[in-house]
């Protein structure tokens, strides 16, 4: 009976420890998750080991799992499709074929989803040795049209951007760079992409080495790239904080009282290029507007000269895609999200709540440097928004064209409110296909 009660209280004793122990991994677990608490280099392996069973339910419970590609967006149930448009509106959008393991590229029309042409992009001769992107999920961002039916396109985040004729055989393809975002003409058909060095050894993605005070910090750096359109040929590359502290803003760069800069960090994330194709008061021809997503910051450069000639900040984080759309205004896409924690978790930016309610259309006006939302109304009650990427274009008859990308959305509207509310079909029932970018005209030229 001794011998029994010993073991008893011998296991009693173990098991209150064990609990006691567990208690005091499980309470350092919850204040690393909450960000509150480092232990220098073991954070993001305990992070890592904590959340491990979380992503293996996210890989369980994957698209890629259930065989939906990448690409493809879950229908929101309650999202009910309608198009009053009764003028031509043309858009240019790339889509995963999902029969041909091969991307599509279609020149449509909103009115009535007719094809006008088609452009293919196979694997074969593409480069994706120097990125974690897959072919099926690069996908091809923002492609430009010439008037002789040629496209201009680039796998997204890889070393590949590429001219196909309008057959789609290839007529030249640059892989100097990786190549992200935007991409859009200068008044000579040159092109402006925005692009990152090829990563190096130890970091995931590519890397900028900058020096602050004698000491040298590594981060991703972000690039404007100009391209000739007849040749593919390299014409300038010049690093987005290499500008900022050049002209002295190095702030905009290292500040915002970042506790510290890690090898893998993206302090400006470039995502938007504008080239200026008129002169005006307060820009010239071949000025560039630039949208930095992770500083809340447009800038407008003057590449000729390496002079910052305005820094935009104001009501508007994370955004993307500027448009210029008079001699003195722009109009941005205001994303109004900002991630709070490593998960991403979501706020408004001025309600602080847990969810974004909608994004907005900014404008700015040069002359008086007010700010004003565009159509508002209309964002806040269809609830139009998206997280990452989203654009926009005020057409020249007064209606706006908003892409929700993360939703797979797509509207058009004007002061009488919503003209159209769609999403691009896809073989598989129930979900839509996120469009990439999708590139507007109000007229053909061919």
């Given amino acids: 009976m001794k011998f029994i009660k010993q073991n008893i209280l011998k296991f009693f004793r173990v098991t209150v420890i064990l609990l006691f122990l567990l208690s005091c991994l499980g309470y350092v677990f919850f204040r690393l998750g909450r960000g509150d608490l480092q232990l220098g280099p073991l954070t993001k392996p305990l992070v890592i080991f904590a959340t491990f069973p979380t992503k293996v339910k996210q890989v369980l419970t994957s698209n890629e799992i259930s065989g939906i590609p990448p690409t493809y967006v879950k229908k929101d149930s309650l999202f009910v499709e309608f198009n009053n448009l009764t003028y031509d509106l043309y858009g240019l959008n790339a889509y995963w074929n999902i029969d041909l393991k091969r991307w599509d590229v279609a020149l449509f029309n909103f009115k009535n989803d007719a094809i006008l042409h088609r452009w293919f992009v196979e694997k074969e001769g593409l480069d994706f040795t120097n990125t974690i992107m897959q072919f099926q999920n690069s996908r091809l961002f923002n492609s430009l049209l010439a008037e002789d039916k040629s496209l ?14 309008s057959n789609s055989n290839v ?9 992200h975002h935007s991409l859009n003409f200068d008044t000579e058909k040159n092109i402006w992409a925005c692009t990152s060095d090829f990563p190096n050894k130890t970091m995931k993605r590519s890397s900028g080495i900058k020096n602050l005070n004698g000491k040298a910090i590594s981060f991703e ?83 000729s000269t390496n002079k910052i000639l305005r820094l935009i900040y104001g009501p508007f984080i994370n955004q993307h895609d500027v448009d210029i759309i008079s001699g003195e205004e722009i109009s941005i896409f205001n994303n109004n999200y900002m991630v709070d924690g490593e998960e991403g978790t979501t706020k408004e930016f001025d309600g602080e709540i847990d969810a974004l309610t909608s994004s907005e259309i900014v404008i ?16 806040v009650e269809e609830e139009i928004k998206t997280y990452s990427q989203g654009l926009h274009k005020i057409l020249s008859n007064g209606d706006v064209y908003v892409e929700a990308e993360n939703f797979g959305k797509l509207y058009l509207l004007n002061e009488k409110g919503i003209i159209m509310r769609k999403g691009l079909k896809t073989p598989k029932e129930g979900y839509f296909h996120r469009p990439n970018w999708i590139r507007i005209f109000e007229e053909l030229n061919f």
């Fill in 152 to 165: 201009i396109t680039s796998n997204n985040l890889t070393a590949n951007l590429m001219k196909l004729d």
């Fill in 171 to 179: 007529i030249w393809r640059n892989q100097e760079r990786i190549f």
């Fill in 221 to 303: 750096e972000n690039y404007i790239t100009k391209i000739d359109g007849k040749t593919g040929k390299l014409l300038f590359n010049k690093g987005v904080s290499e500008i900022l502290i050049e002209n002295n803003y190095k702030n905009f760069v290292y500040g915002f009282s970042n506790p510290r800069i890690d090898p893998d960090d993206d302090p400006i994330h470039l995502n938007d290029i504008e080239p200026v194709l008129e002169d005006s008061k307060y820009w010239k021809k071949g000025d560039v507007f630039l949208s930095m997503r992770h500083r809340s910051l447009v800038m407008l450069y003057r590449p």
């Fill in 364 to 379: 700015y006006n040069f002359r008086d440097s007010t700010f004003r939302t565009h159509l508002n109304q209309y964002f």
